[in-house]
């Protein structure tokens, strides 16, 4: 059976080049997409359709379409380019004439390097064509180096999300900062606000001008016994104690044993306040004045002196503020203490009457960021029925500093004290430390039983107060400041198996004598300077509510 073969006519290698040059006009691909030149569109190892590329395309068609059509492969991206291609001429025309080497050279450069077959490594699917195959332009990557004054392209920085982004933080930011600028301010002003305003009048402004205290406004409290916590120190009026320097009053302990000598401290001395005149407790003939150290007994004389002075004389208030500035002193043991007590203890014996503790430290260096040494603060008050049942506990405060500590700087502290409430604050009245609401009064607060273990009763000793301040009571009357550095004590204040190499127990009949006897570990910690191992306090002033 013959086939009619239909002969087209045959085309100049010029005209085929013309239309190749052409075809990238027609937007399917340009030359200037490929990202590698190099590669030969001819390349028989990557398109083997040119292998045989080498003698004069004779016809491409009866028309350029048709031609192109039947010549171009196309091919999908591969994962480095999301759209490649790669072009192919039929290796013989419809003569079986070779393409001539100048069209051959010319195609080289409509090769892409990073084209991949989609149907396989070296033919194209069957249902590939120009007019399913969409060929996406993508901008040429500027491998160059940038002349000088050329922008460089930053695409990323022109987007949308980008720009909607920096939108939305930027807001959020300014929303952020004005609610906290609002909050902050709206603290402040409630802080401020919570200060009472009434009017005060000025009962005392200590500045310690000269160089002697003043005895109409101090009085030095003296005794042996170490009070109600059996503190290891005898408070004296010696100047090596207390005194005044460049404005300054100083509360410095010493050792007792500089005044009297080691020996006496441990056997065979009598140090009797009431003979000499110098005790100040209510009974003078009791204990609280006279000691005899004996050795067999175990018995010493306090081994600290100190010193304790007191406003009870001069200066006291009922509602009103307290203001104190201080540097606390340094040195293990130490107790310094800013606190006022009822001048007459209309409600009974301590704790029936209260006690008011602004300030209260420790002179040990902290050894952690819990610790209660230099760097704590606690405020207290003091109200019960007995001894025994003492509500401290429902109103204390604690607070430790991370930096300038109290011993290092002066800090001024201070009580606000009006017919509701009263409250300590350091730095300044917005700070406030322990803040005490009276409410229904402190028989509640504390929780009391109506008995005591032994069956006895227990009788709210402020049942009788009067008056619209009934429930401040006991913390309605007269109270006067105290001043003071104490040493050591009994009474918890050092509690015991705290791992701090405390040298005495608190249960211990005579934990004086375990104190003394320890003396080569904490005497180190004491500033030979009497001026950085005591209690320096700059200022003391007091106001009555008018």
Known sequence: MRRTVEQTTRISTEEAIERLEDFPRSGSFSPRHSRNHSLSMADSSYFPAFSALNSPLANIGATAPNAIHRGVSFFQASSRDKLGYATSLDSY????????????NHARGYSSSTAVPAAGLYSAPANTSLTNVALK??????????????????????????????????????????IGLVGAALLMYFAYASVPK??????????????????????????????????????TDSTNNSFVEDGKLYIVPTLTSDALGEAAITNGYTLNLTESGQCTALNTSDASCAVRSNSSTGVILPPIQSARLMTN???????????????????????????????????????????????????????????????????????????????????????????????????????????????????????KNLVVNYGSGFWKRGQFPTQMGNGTLLDNPWAGAQGPHANAAPFDQEFYLILNVAVGGTNGYFKDGLGDNKPWSNDAEYAAGQFWAAKDKWLPT?????????????????????
Not at 154 to 162: E, G, V, Y
């Open 198 to 235: 009434g009017k005060y009048c000025l009962v005392l402004d200590e500045q310690f001008e000269g160089t002697t205290i003043n005895k109409d406004i101090w009085f030095h409290e003296m005794e042996t016994s170490g009070f109600g916590n059996k503190q290891f120190d005898w408070t």
């Open 313 to 431: 004389f001069s200066r006291t208030i009922k509602f009103g503020r307290v203001e104190v500035k201080a540097r606390m002193p340094t040195g293990d043991w130490m107790w310094p203490a800013i606190w006022m007590m009822p001048k007459d203890s209309v409600y009974g014996p301590w704790p029936r009457s209260g006690e008011i503790d602004i300030f209260e430290g420790r002179g040990n260096l902290p050894t952690h960021r819990e610790s209660q040494g230099t760097n704590g603060m606690a405020s207290t008050l003091h109200y019960g029925p007995d001894p025994l049942f003492d509500g401290y506990g429902f109103a204390t405060k604690l607070r430790n500093l991370w930096r300038n500590w109290f011993n290092q700087d002066s800090h001024t502290f201070g009580l606000e004290w009006t017919e509701d409430k009263l409250w300590t604050w350091e730095h300044s009245p917005i700070f």
């Open 526 to 546: 004491w500033p030979q300077d009497p001026k950085k191992r005591g209690m320096e306090i700059e200022y003391v002033k007091m106001w009555q509510k008018c």
């Open 93 to 104: 025309d419809n003569n079986g004439a070779n393409t001539p080497g100048s069209v051959h």
């Open 137 to 178: 332009y993508r901008k040429p990557f500027a491998q160059h180096v940038l002349k000088e004054g050329e922008p460089a392209e930053k695409p990323w920085l022109k987007s949308k999300k980008r720009h909607s982004a920096k939108r939305k933080a930027y807001w959020t930011f300014l929303l952020a900062m004005s």
